[in-house]
């Protein structure tokens, strides 16, 4: 309540016949009302705004928010699949070299990568299967590095929770993002191919639940695609010069 | 300038600064209305998403828990749900559809009684039984999250990135149900005026009881008031405004001030 008002209201609580102690009862309510509500105010204020400023100086949170949540994209939150196109390429997503762990796993058989984060029900859907197809138990927060026997070939799995993972790792993420989706689950396979005289590491890259409906058919297209880089690395093994 | 126009000109103005990120501007902060992060031009996270993160499956990351919380209760303080009035975008979508709900009130007299039935001041209640069961309880115990089926993630998210790339994507398990929530709601706000912002923004009921203690709200006198209910009627909320008193609905949009014959309805701090 503004002075004047309080004025104009005295003037007509005289008018009215109040007592002078109510009066005087009523005047002090009010500012005390008044004060007491600036006084919450102002408590309430600087505990919100000094936790906030807190939080952004003395944690890491800004960084965690921008890179977990901002720049990469949960696949069910957007409820949208990319179409994939599993057309393998030599050039990687943002033109980084291949990640060291990559390359040393690939003197051995195909890898394959598979990216998930901890709050992704796409990623919970999808679990099972490359679970299945490799046969390996592992939990969501693990980190799993496993050179599995596939159809008379070695696979390396590595199973990259970007929420619990190196930093190296949780960038490979965009550097195998084929599509520039820049959202889990993705899925990996890099494999060797031929360029213009020289044997190189190749991939692809699948997205979300692959745009299917069903897990048998999920199963199947990772499957298939698994045979066809196992296909191409023994085709191009004995050219492959590691570097 | 006009005060609702200036209102439209710092909604469109958040609108804008709230896809910067198309030009690059991705920031790691949440915005303080309900907006998606899954929109290709957005800036910053969805705040109902980092709360899900932060409690998912019973691990509590206090961090992200904390940090929307305290970035909504930082502005809620200040201005109480004035951002669901003069910010939130899609505040500004149920403003540029609010005539509809208007128009049908006055052909179709069955509309007008769903917004006035006895049970509806009741049913405002469903927001905060959405905020703590989806986006905190389901996550927890079941890992189901609301924004797999967010109507806003639909609006703001799905649609542009489909609209962006049309032949890029195809849709998933997730895109059905969501896609009925979302045709839920927008049947909601042409039927009822700020339906959602009434009924079940989780995000307005986070700002809500800030209304109760922020630096700015709208006063009535109630003395000198006529009980004309023309501000009443005015307010897309839907509130008794002679008998308000820092009602945790009211967005500060300044309707009722507008509308008051006597001009005894003002803003004031404190």
């Known amino acids: ?243 | 300038m006009k005060f609702q126009l200036k209102r439209l000109l710092s909604q469109l103005s958040i609108l804008f600064a709230a896809n910067l990120g198309a030009l690059g501007f991705k920031t790691g902060f949440c915005f303080p209305f309900f907006y998606c992060n899954a929109c290709p031009a957005a800036t910053s996270a969805c705040p109902l998403r980092a709360i899900e993160v932060g409690v998912f499956n019973g691990e509590f990351k206090w961090k992200l828990i904390t940090y929307p919380l305290l970035i909504i209760g930082t502005i809620g303080v200040l201005t109480g749900r004035a951002v669901c009035g003069w910010a939130c975008p899609i505040g500004l979508l149920q403003r540029t559809t609010g005539r509809v709900p208007k128009k049908l009130k006055r052909k179709f007299p069955s509309i007008a009684k769903i917004g006035q039935h006895k049970i509806e001041r009741y049913f405002r209640y469903t927001k905060y039984f959405v905020l703590i069961g989806l986006v905190v309880i389901t996550p927890i115990l079941i890992g189901f999250m609301f924004t797999d089926i967010c109507p806003v993630g639909v609006l703001t998210g799905t649609l542009p990135i489909m609209i962006l790339n049309p032949s890029k994507y195809v849709p998933n398990p997730f895109f059905h149900v969501a896609l009925i929530v979302f045709i839920l709601f927008f049947v909601l706000i042409f039927i009822i005026e700020r339906g959602w912002c009434r009924y079940f923004c989780p995000v307005g009921a986070l700002l809500a009881p800030f209304n109760k203690v922020s630096f700015l709200h709208i006063s009535v006198n109630k003395e000198e008031c006529i009980h004309c209910n023309v501000c009443s009627d005015e307010c897309p909320m839907g509130i008794d405004i002679p008998n308000m008193h820092r009602n945790p609905e009211c967005i500060l949009c300044g309707k009722c001030i507008n509308a008051c014959p006597k001009n005894l309805i003002k803003f004031e701090r404190i």
């Open chain 1, 1 to 243: 309540m503004r002075h004047h008002e309080l004025l104009e209201k005295i003037q007509k609580w005289k008018k009215e016949g109040y007592s002078v102690d109510e009066l005087a009862r009523i005047i002090v309510s009010t500012f005390k009302s008044k004060e007491t509500m600036f006084v919450v105010f102002i408590s309430l204020l600087i505990l919100f705004s000094g936790s906030l400023g807190g939080i952004l100086v003395y944690a890491d949170v800004y960084d965690e928010v921008q890179s977990r949540i901002v720049e990469v994209l949960c696949l069910s939150c957007i409820k949208l699949d990319p179409k994939t196109q599993l057309d393998f390429t030599f050039e990687t997503a943002n033109g980084q070299p291949y990640s060291n762990f990559v390359l040393a796993g690939l003197t051995r058989g195909p890898v394959f990568l598979a990216f998930r984060e901890d709050v992704c029900t796409a990623c919970d859907i999808m679990e099972p299967i490359t679970q299945e197809i490799f046969s390996v138990e592992y939990e969501k927060e693990d980190a799993v590095y496993k050179i599995v026997p596939f159809d008379n070939a070695n696979i390396t799995f590595i199973h990259i929770n970007i929420d619990h993972t190196s930093k190296e790792k949780r960038d490979s993420l965009f550097i195998y993002d084929k599509d520039h989706i820049k959202g889990v689950p993705m899925f990996t396979i890099i494999t060797l191919g031929y360029d213009r005289g020289f044997i190189k590491p190749y991939y692809t890259t699948a997205y979300g639940t692959l745009g299917l409906d069903k897990d048998e058919d999920r199963k199947e297209l990772l499957t298939n695609v698994i045979l066809d880089a196992i296909e191409l690395y023994n085709e191009n093994r004995p050219g492959y010069r590691p570097q």
